[in-house]
């Protein structure tokens, strides 16, 4: 991913919390020479100082036979919006878009015990149900579950190598920066690129004074 300097991630903190917050993923790979893509929630994990994303597919997806021992791609899309040169009180501006993305490169690992992809499916459910009343559970009839089991591929990816680009404006004039945040602010719909765009400008805005 191109990412220039002033766009770089240097908040390892905030790339976890922001993978966790959008773990609707897109996982890329290549698959007879082209790329293959599967849309899908993947959980971060922390493993001895290491990050691992957990997920599964279905059986029935190609993509997990295409996974070998080539690198696969994860991508996380964070807050992100249309940036309106009215935004910005300089002159000569023109449109842009405004975004957080992830990429996390790693190897699959295939789960192949029946108990360990349950307990992934577990895992999942756990995460996703969150604490809201009534939450569901992993509550089956045996053999329904087994069946339910054996039709996905769980998985998980060692993360070898993250790139992380934050493009919030970083590169304006202060006074830009200010009118861009009192832009997004007015914006219901910007909220969380707003919360965003203000962490990530705050220490920059702290050095200039």
């Known amino acids: 991913m191109y990412v220039p300097t002033h766009f770089q991630a240097d908040d390892d903190a905030l790339v976890d919390e922001l993978i966790d917050a959008n773990s609707f993923a897109t996982l890329v790979s290549q698959r007879g020479g082209e790329p293959f893509a599967t849309h899908l929630p993947l959980l971060r994990e922390r493993r001895d100082g290491r990050t691992v994303l957990v997920g599964h597919l279905a059986r ?3 993509h997990w036979r295409a996974f070998g021992d080539a690198t696969v791609m994860a991508i996380f899309q964070g807050p992100h919006g249309y940036v309106s040169p009215r935004y910005y009180v300089s002159p000569n501006l023109v449109p842009t878009w405004n ?6 490169y790693g190897r ?6 029946a108990a360990q992809a349950r307990a992934i499916l577990a895992k999942m459910v756990e995460r996703y149900e969150g604490d809201r009343a009534g939450r569901w559970t992993m509550s089956l ?16 990816i060692d ?5 992380a680009k934050f493009k919030l404006s970083q590169n304006r004039a202060p006074a830009d920066r200010r009118s861009l945040l009192a832009a997004l ?3 219901a719909g910007a909220a969380e690129l707003a919360a965003l765009t203000r962490r990530v400008l705050a220490p920059t805005d702290e050095r200039n004074g």
Do not use: G, Q, S, W
Request: aromatic residues 8%; proline residues 5%.
């Open 141 to 156: 009839d045996p053999d329904f579950e087994a069946k339910l089991v054996a039709a996905i591929v769980a998985f998980e």
């Open 99 to 104: 975004y957080a993305a992830i990429h996390c």
């Open 185 to 187: 602010d007015a914006d």
């Open 108 to 113: 699959v690992r295939i789960v192949d015990d």
């Open 159 to 163: 993360v070898e190598r993250v790139e």
């Open 60 to 62: 029935a997806n190609p």
